[in-house]
C-alpha cells in the first residue's frame, strides 16, 4: 500500500543540467520537426529569439530511438506552445464505467534508451506558459540492470495554469530489461489536466506523480481550495496496472472519470495513492489534498486479491461514486505510518519528525499535538489541512514560522469524505493498528452511513431529505476547521445543477457547504476556458466519449 519515494527535486534539477544540450533554432510560429529522432525534435522546439506568442510544434510519424535527454526552458516571449505528432487516442463509452475504453494508434513514438538512472528524456520547464502536449508515444527501450526511472519520461515544473498533456501513450512494459519506471512527474504548482491518455504501466510504475516545491510547506500553509482549478486533473484516462498516480510534497490531484485496471499478476498495484510525512525523507510533507470520482476500477483476475484501491494516508480528500469490482479485500486505506517502528524508521527531532505517539519508543515528537500517547492529531495526519507555514528549511533548521520553533503547526480540522462507493467486497475502508493505534471514524475520516440520520458517518440524496439536525466536530484548539469544526456530512445530488454539493455540519444543526465539483470535462478540454492563451485543438485525433 505504501511506495518508496523518488529522488529528490534537487537531484532532478542536478541531473536536468547534465543532460544533453543542443541548440534550438525555431524562430517561427510554426516549428517542424524532420523525425521524431531526438536532435531533430529539440531543434524544432523554439529558440530564445522566438518573438511569437503562440508556437506550435509538429513532429511527424515514425520512431526515434533516444540515448540521451535534454532540459528544455520554455522562452520568456512564448506564452503558449504546443508540442503535437500523429498518435492518436480513440475512446469509447462512458467515462467512469465499464463500458469506458481508450485505444491508442502509435504513430509518433519516442523509445526511451537513455541509460541513466531517474532521467528523463524530457525535463521541461513550462514557466508560467500555457502549455500542451498532444499525439505521442513514450515507450520503454533497452536499458541496463539497475536503470530505473521513477519519475518517468517527462517531468516538469514552472507555475503554469494552463496545462494539458492529452491523445498520448505511455508505456513502460517495453523496457529490457522490465523497469521500474513511471509515466511523468509534475513538480511545482503546474495546474491543469491530463486528459484521453492510455498508460501501460509495470509493477508499481506511477502514471502521474503530482509532488511540490519547498517540500510542500506552502500548500499545506493555504486553503485547501477543493473543486476548484488549484489541481492537477487526471480526467478520461486508462491506467492498466501500476498506480494511476502518486502525490507528495503538498501536492493535490483529482483523478476522475477514469479507468484502473489492475494487472492479472497482483501485488500492489491497480489503485490510486498518497505519500505521507515520513515516508519517504522525512523531511518532505504528504500529499496535501485529493479528490477521487466516477472511477471503474477492475481487477480482471480476482484470485490474486489485491488489498485496497485507495490510499488515504494523508491530507484531506474526499472519494465518491467509484464503482471497484471484485478481487480487492477494500476500497480506502487509512492510516499513519509514523505511528509504528517498522518498515518507516524515523529519526528524532531535529533531526528528523519523530514518531508519532509513544508507542514506537515510548518518545513523542514536538511536531505533534500529543494530546494523548497516540500523538494526536500528528502533524498532516489524515483529516488535517491548512496550518502554520513552515519555513522551508531542512532538518536540523526547520521550524514553525509563527511560533519560531518547533512545534504542531496547528493543521485545521478537514476529515476524509467518503460516500457512494460500490465495491464487490462490501468494505468500504480499512484502518491497520500500529502499536494499538487507528486512524477513526467520525474523526479522521467519515464513511457512507448505512442509514444517515446526521449523527455518524456521510450520506447522500436529494437536498430535501437532508437531516435538519447533525453532529459536528467537537472544536477547540485542536480541532478548529475552517469554518466552525467539521463533522458529518451530506452530499446533495440535486444541487449545482445537478452535480453535487457536499454539505458537512459546522455546529451542531448547523450545514455548510465546503465542496462543489469542478466543471467537467475540464475547462481545457471543453474550450471554456477563460485563459486567453488556451492552446487551439491540434488534428489527427479521435476522441468519442458519452
Known amino acids: 500500500m505504501k511506495r518508496p519515494l523518488s529522488f529528490s527535486l534537487l537531484f532532478l534539477l542536478f541531473l536536468s543540467s547534465s543532460l544533453a544540450v543542443l541548440a534550438q533554432t525555431c524562430t517561427t510560429a510554426t516549428c517542424n520537426a ?56 480513440s475512446c469509447s463509452g462512458t467515462a467512469g464505467t465499464s463500458s469506458y475504453s481508450c485505444t491508442a494508434n502509435d504513430n509518433t513514438v519516442f523509445v526511451d534508451s537513455y541509460v541513466a538512472s531517474n532521467a528523463p528524456l524530457m525535463s521541461i520547464h513550462v514557466g508560467s506558459a500555457a502549455f500542451r502536449m498532444t499525439g505521442l508515444t513514450f515507450q520503454g527501450g533497452t536499458l541496463a540492470t539497475g536503470v530505473t526511472k521513477p519519475n518517468g519520461f517527462l517531468t516538469f515544473d514552472g507555475t503554469s495554469t494552463s496545462f494539458r498533456i492529452d491523445h498520448s501513450h505511455f508505456n513502460t512494459n517495453t523496457y529490457t530489461p522490465v523497469n521500474s519506471g513511471g509515466g511523468m512527474t509534475i513538480f511545482t504548482n503546474v495546474y491543469g489536466v491530463v486528459d484521453h491518455t492510455v498508460f501501460d504501466l509495470y509493477a508499481q510504475n506511477n502514471g502521474v506523480r503530482v509532488y511540490n516545491s519547498d517540500f510542500g510547506d506552502a500548500n499545506w500553509a493555504a486553503p485547501t481550495s477543493f473543486g476548484t482549478s488549484a489541481f492537477m486533473y487526471l480526467e478520461n484516462d486508462v491506467f492498466n496496472g501500476g498506480a494511476a498516480n502518486d502525490c507528495d510534497d503538498g501536492g493535490r490531484i483529482v483523478i476522475r472519470y477514469s479507468t484502473i485496471n489492475a494487472a492479472s499478476s497482483g501485488g500492489d498495484q491497480g489503485l490510486w495513492q498518497t505519500h505521507q510525512m515520513g515516508q519517504g525523507t522525512q523531511r518532505s510533507r ?112 526547520a521550524v514553525d514560522s509563527t511560533a519560531g520553533t518547533i512545534t504542531w503547526p496547528h493543521n485545521l480540522r478537514e476529515p476524509w469524505y467518503v460516500w457512494n462507493e460500490t465495491i464487490a467486497s462490501g468494505r468500504v475502508y480499512v484502518n491497520p493498528v500500529w502499536n494499538g493505534v487507528q486512524m477513526q471514524p467520525d474523526q479522521a475520516f467519515y464513511i ?99
Open 448 to 546: 457512507p452511513a448505512s442509514s444517515f440520520n446526521g449523527t455518524t458517518g456521510t450520506g447522500f440524496g436529494l437536498r430535501s431529505a437532508r437531516p435538519s439536525t447533525c453532529t459536528s466536530g467537537p472544536g477547540g484548539t485542536y480541532d478548529t476547521s475552517p469554518t466552525g469544526s467539521y463533522g458529518v456530512a451530506y452530499f446533495a445530488t440535486d444541487a449545482n445543477s445537478g452535480n453535487g454539493e457536499l454539505y458537512v455540519c459546522t455546529a451542531t444543526n448547523t450545514w455548510t457547504a465546503i465542496y462543489q465539483p469542478y466543471s467537467y470535462p475540464h475547462p481545457l478540454v471543453s474550450g471554456t476556458s477563460t485563459t486567453s492563451a488556451t492552446p487551439p485543438p491540434p488534428t489527427g485525433l479521435v476522441s468519442t466519449v458519452n
Open 286 to 397: 504528504g500529499c496535501r489534498a485529493e479528490e477521487v470520482y466516477h472511477l471503474y476500477v477492475l481487477n480482471p483476475n480476482p484470485s490474486n486479491n489485491l488489498y485496497t484501491v485507495g490510499d488515504g494516508g494523508s491530507g484531506t480528500g474526499v472519494a465518491w461514486n467509484n464503482t471497484i469490482s471484485g478481487g480487492y479485500s477494500y476500497d480506502i486505506g487509512f492510516q499513519n505510518i509514523r505511528e509504528v517502528s517498522t518498515g518507516h524508521s524515523q529519526s528524532a527531532p531535529t533531526n528528523g519528525i519523530g514518531y508519532c505517539g509513544t508507542g514506537s519508543n515510548g518518545s513523542s515528537s514536538p511536531w505533534d499535538g500529543n494530546t494523548n500517547s497516540m500523538g494526536y492529531p500528528c502533524i498532516d495526519q489524515t483529516g488535517r489541512g491548512q496550518g502554520d507555514l513552515l519555513n522551508g528549511q531542512n532538518f536540523p533548521s
Open 34 to 89: 524532420a523525425t521524431a529522432n531526438e536532435s531533430d525534435v529539440l531543434a524544432a522546439l523554439p529558440s530564445n529569439s522566438n518573438t511569437n506568442a503562440t508556437v506550435t510544434v509538429n513532429i511527424p510519424s515514425g520512431t526515434g530511438t533516444w540515448t540521451t535527454g535534454f532540459s528544455y526552458k520554455i522562452p520568456s516571449a512564448v506564452t503558449s506552445l504546443i508540442i503535437q505528432g500523429n498518435t492518436t487516442v
